[in-house]
Structure formats: C-alpha cells, structure tokens
C-alpha cells in the first residue's frame, strides 16, 4: 500500500515547514536551537497536522545521533527498556534521540523511567502531543525540557505545502494537473488547519479526475468531495461552543438520540478531547449521586477512546454517551461544593474546631488542655455527634440529599443511625 502523501511529501528543511513563523522564522528561538546542533530535550504542543512531527525528525536527522520513533499509544515499557540496553552500543555511542509521538498517553511510571537517561545526556527526548503538557507529562521532565507550542494554521499557510504537492504528484506518477487557486483555497479552508487533512483531498481530488495522464481539478470536484468529508468547525467560533453545550445538555436531559448525535459531529470534527472532557463533566456534574458508579466506567471508556484513536475512539465514547443520558440525575454534589465556593468567596468561616485540627502542643497557658476529638469507630454505627463546620456557620447545610433511589437510600441509612431526618 502506497503511504499518505503526506508522508511522501512531508518537508526536508526548516524552510518548507507550513506556518509556525513565531518558531521557526529567522532569529526565532526555535529555530536558533535548531541551527546551533546542541539539541535540548523538546516538547511541542499543538493540534494534529501542523508541523509537530516534521519538525522533530528534521532535528533528529540534524543532530547525528541514533533515532529511536516511539508512538505513546501503542508503545509499552518493554519497548522503553529495549531501546535502553542499546544505550552506549556502537551505534549509538553519540547519544540517543527519542522522538516519541503522543507523549500524555504514557503514564508517570513509564515517563519515570525515561527520567534518569534524559539526566545523564544519555537520551535526549523530542516529544509531541496534542494535549497541554502541563497538565499531561510528568513535572520532572518538564522541569527538563523545553516546550514550544505549535499554532493551527491558517489558510494561507497551507497553499504552499498544496501547491509543492502538486508537482510532486507530477512527477511521481508521470502525469498533468490542473488545478486552479480558487480549488486549492477551498480544499485549505476545508481543512481546519490541518495539513495531512488538506493534502489527502487533493490525493483524493487528482484520482478523482485522473483521465489520459491528465486531472483538472476545479471547484465543483472540490466541493462534491468535500461535501463526503467530516464535518469541520471552528474551535474557538460560536458553533464550537454551541454544540458543545447542545451535547451536553441533550445528555443531563436523558434524550440518548440527540446526544449520540452531538457526540458524532463533535468526533467526525476529530475533536476527541472536547468530547471527552464534557463527557466526563457531564456525569459528575448530571447523573452524579443518583448512579455514582457512572464515574468510573466513563472514566474508563474515556481512558479506552484516547488509547485507540479515532475513529475506533467513538465505540466507547457512545456506549458512555448513552449511558449517562439514560441514567437518573442528581446535582446535589455540584449544588453543595457551589453553595460551599460561595461562602467561601466570601469569607465566610472562620478558625477551624480544636477537635479537629492537627495535635498541637497545648502551652502553659491553655486552662483546658487536649484536643476533644470523638473518634467515630469508637462508637456504636462508627458515628457519634460532633461539631465539624467553623462556629460562625456550624449550622449551615450545604448538601440536600436528592430524590432519586441512590440518595434517598442513604438518606435512610443515616436518619436511622443519627436518629434523626436531615
């Protein structure tokens, strides 16, 4: 099977990488950090199709050491320690370099492994990944790297990889193309900033019209195309947030239909972590309390979905999707912790009970030495009556238990070992 042509055309030099002028311009950090050939540990962070791998393995051929590609999703420990024993070998006596793709798909204890080598020089890592690497990768190799964040790009930025892709399809298949500006702004702006995207459908659009060793390529092509390709949306426009808010708000409204159908727009834009992160909101925030045990199976199937990808990412993501819609709801947790912020905000309370700080060194002029505290297992239905908010709101109730089975269950539990209803 032939490669995407992406990978057929994917550029050589610094200077054919698409956008990212604020990196790779001249004078540019990144771009000096290149040219200098002393490679520090990298980390890029951005959306798929913008430059993050091109740029790592043009570093890496750059650098003279021995080159080591390890997709986080697929890759496991074994692989790390394999490419470890080879440390200090024949051919990689130069140092190693790791290119690992996908970097917050590996979990602390695998990126801890990689720690002591990335120390001692004896690999330098070049990692990607489509996520915030402050919230994803380990602080210790933060600590030890420098991030770059990769911008999407625009349009415009696309029309020079389209228009070098044109006569690189020339030549390798011997044939004549057409195509005229106005179709290759059309298959940019389909292509939500994504290169590979914008670069396949014009694979796709030259086959299309492939006739004698000639394609004319125009709009009408373009556009019946596009028209079969996933739909696109803009990340940070209106229609972004509103299908959003649509798909999260058919889920707390228990209508499965409407919610699997936001889930499938979300997905065919490949925005799997939007999908995700709302998925997750939605059943703590929604079904909460009345079916708790929600939270980790959707933790799972979100933990499932971003391990395999898309498109196998939307199997589980729709089993989690239709489960939360049908579930029973309760907001009681969200209302409490909300009502709780804002006394908080406020500055409401104050010091907190003796009984229940940390044992301090009661001084000589404390006349009621001790700290007071009821140990609840010490007690009948490991329960006994205490004070645990602050004085000045020790009577104020934060949590209401709902009228779903799940806490009104509960409710009966402790109103029978309090003696009394709450």
């Known amino acids: 099977m032939s490669k995407p042509l992406a990978d057929r055309v994917r550029p050589q030099k610094i200077e054919e990488i698409a956008g990212q002028k604020h990196l790779l311009g001249e004078g540019r ?26 740029v790592a393995r043009i570093i890496a051929d750059r650098c003279g050491k021995k080159l080591y590609y390890l997709n986080a999703t697929t890759a496991s420990t074994s692989d790390i320690k394999t490419i470890i024993a080879q440390l200090g070998g024949i051919d990689t006596a130069g140092g190693v370099v790791l290119y690992l793709d996908e970097i917050q798909s590996f979990n602390k204890k695998q990126q801890q492994i990689l720690l002591e080598y990335i120390e001692t ?78 670069l396949n459908t014009l694979e796709l659009a030259v086959l299309t019209c492939l006739k004698d060793r000639k394609a004319v390529v125009d709009e009408a092509v373009c556009e019946e195309l596009l028209a079969h390709s996933a739909v696109r949306y803009d990340r940070e426009g209106d229609e972004h947030y509103d299908l959003l808010s649509a798909y999260q708000k058919s889920m707390r409204g228990s209508d499965p239909d409407a919610a699997v159908y936001y889930l499938a727009r979300i997905l065919a834009a490949g925005d799997l972590p939007s999908a995700c992160r ?37 199997i589980p993501l729709a089993d989690a999707v239709v489960l939360t819609a049908i579930s ?47 140990y609840p297992h010490d007690y009948p239905n490991r329960w006994v009556e205490q004070q645990y908010l602050p004085n000045d709101i020790k009577n104020v109730r934060f949590y209401e238990f709902g009228d779903n089975a799940t806490e009104q269950k509960f409710k009966e539990y402790w109103d029978k070992i309090k003696n009394r209803g709450r």
Do not use: W
Request: proline share 6%; aromatic share 6%.
């Open 328 to 374: 029973p709801k309760s907001n009681t947790g969200h209302d409490a912790v909300f009502a709780a912020l804002d006394l908080v905000n406020k500055g409401k309370g104050g010091a907190i009970p003796r009984h229940l700080q940390n044992k301090h060194c009661d001084g000589k002029d404390n006349n009621n030495p001790g700290q007071f505290y009821k």
């Open 29 to 54: 950090v990144l771009r000096r950090i290149i040219e200098s050939g002393e490679i520090p540990n990298l980390i890029f962070y951005g959306p798929s199709g913008v430059g993050k791998t091109t």
């Open 278 to 314: 709302r998925l997750m909101v939605c059943a703590c925030e929604d079904v909460g309390l009345a079916y708790p045990q929600i939270i980790p199976i959707v933790k799972a199937a979100v933990d499932i979905a971003n391990a395999v990808g898309l498109p196998e990412a939307v």
């Open 121 to 198: 020089g004896e690999i330098t890592l070049i990692a990607s990944t489509t996520e915030n690497p402050f919230f994803y990768v380990y602080n210790a190799i933060l600590s030890r790297s420098s991030v770059f964040e990769f911008k999407e790009l625009a349009p415009e930025d696309i029309i020079a990889p389209l228009t070098r892709a044109v006569a690189f399809l020339e030549e390798e298949k011997g044939i004549e193309i057409t195509v005229d500006n106005a179709s290759l702004r059309k298959i940019a702006l389909s292509s939500a900033g994504d290169v590979r995207r914008a």
